[in-house]
């Protein structure tokens, strides 16, 4: 109820090759894990835009939470790393591996205490290495 939900789309993207459905779930993933780290009021505000110097279209999920800190930054895709107290520790792992199955890449920047950036960054013409694999 205390999270504002901010959308910055742009709507001249190209179109590129992906598995509609996995990429979702690693939206939806992202999400999820930004509206549990979000204590108070505060805003997660989702980002796409084309880098066309790159070639990739960029998707970032940005959030006012408490932040990673800078140790745990080179582990949070880890299957079983996880902050939350109810969390499994899979949902960026999984995110990892749906960005990978996509040739592309994701980054996570934080400072503690002023949130979270996680960007996706996927190539116009990879392809996708396995989008079947939607259960492991």
Sequence with gaps: DNVEF???LDDTIPDIIADRGLLRQALNNLITNAVQAITGPGSITV???F???AGEVV???EDT???VDEKDLENIFEPGWTSGKNGTGLGLAIVEKIVFEHNGRIRCTSL???GAVFEIRLPLNSGVK???NTDS
């Design 47 to 49: 980002r796409s835009w």
């Design 130 to 132: 396995n989008g079947s």
């Design 112 to 114: 503690k205490g002023e």
């Design 51 to 53: 880098d066309s110097q």
């Design 59 to 61: 998707v970032s999920v």
């Design 65 to 67: 939470g408490p932040g």
């Design 6 to 8: 901010k959308l910055n």
